[in-house]
């Protein structure tokens, strides 16, 4: 799926990203593709896959476009 960030805050390391369809998803700092830190900026653009986590779905295998 495709994505933009809503916020991300890197010290608690979660955020969100609005999706195409303009549903808010959750994303943790671990679901983060590539090396070293990981954290997201306000207003990039990312894909992710959709996957029901422990409080709903969430944001896994999120890659920055």
Excluded: P
Aim: proline residues 0%.
């Amino acid at each position: 799926m495709n994505g933009t960030v809503k916020w991300f805050n890197a010290e608690k390391g979660y955020g969100f990203i609005t999706g195409e369809d303009g549903s808010d998803v959750f994303v943790h700092f671990s679901a983060i593709q590539g090396d070293g830190f990981k954290s997201l900026e306000e207003g990039q653009a990312v894909t992710y896959d959709l996957v029901e986590g422990n409080r709903g779905m969430q944001a896994a295998n999120v890659e920055k476009c």
